[in-house]
């Protein structure tokens, strides 16, 4: 897991740095200014960004809203040693991830970062988010409908055990398959596929 640190403060940054290395499961780049990291960022993304919110010129709402605007679906948690209900509450309009108030334990920064991981199936390969999104996404339809397991099978022609494996991502959908699951939702596979962010 690739992880970006933007702090202006070079004590914070080594810190969490030697803290993620320790964990034996990150890769760290730490950015003492918001062009130094958009620049990285264009030559490789990161996974996650630690984003302090308060750095001088430049705010953490402006690059918030900078790299959401570049990269749509990147996990961004706000880190502040400023923590105020009403700027949490302005910190989650800004579509971020999470919000981290300083000082914080190592044990809150190891949940939200595993938080996170969950929730952008990071770290997977490709076909396993593939996977994941697909199935989620083909139970999302069949529950919009208020369908059963057992009413898909029968407008699709695919057993119950095999529509069950392929919501829970343990499989994906052949092309037969996925036709089939398509036609019974009035969908075109590009309309499915293009729905989960892959």
Partial sequence: MEVAVLDDDVDFR??????????????????ATAD???????????????????????????VVERLLARWPDLCIIVVTGYPSLENMRATFKLKVFD??????????????????????????????????RLGHRIKLLRVERDWSLKDLAAVTKLSVSQISSIERGANLPSIESLL???????RKPSEILSSIDF
């Fill in 14 to 31: 080594n810190y969490i740095e030697d803290l993620l290395r320790d964990e034996g499961m990150y890769a760290v780049r730490t950015f």
């Fill in 36 to 62: 130094e990291l958009f620049a990285s960022a264009e030559s490789r993304l990161p996974d996650i960004v630690l984003l302090d919110m308060k750095m001088g010129a430049v705010t953490g709402e402006q």
């Fill in 99 to 132: 919000y981290l108030a300083k000082p914080f334990s190592l044990a809150q920064l190891r949940q939200i970062l595993q938080n996170a991981i969950q929730q952008f199936s990071l770290g997977r390969a490709p076909q396993d988010r593939l996977r994941e």
């Fill in 180 to 186: 089939a699951i398509c036609r019974a939702f009035n």
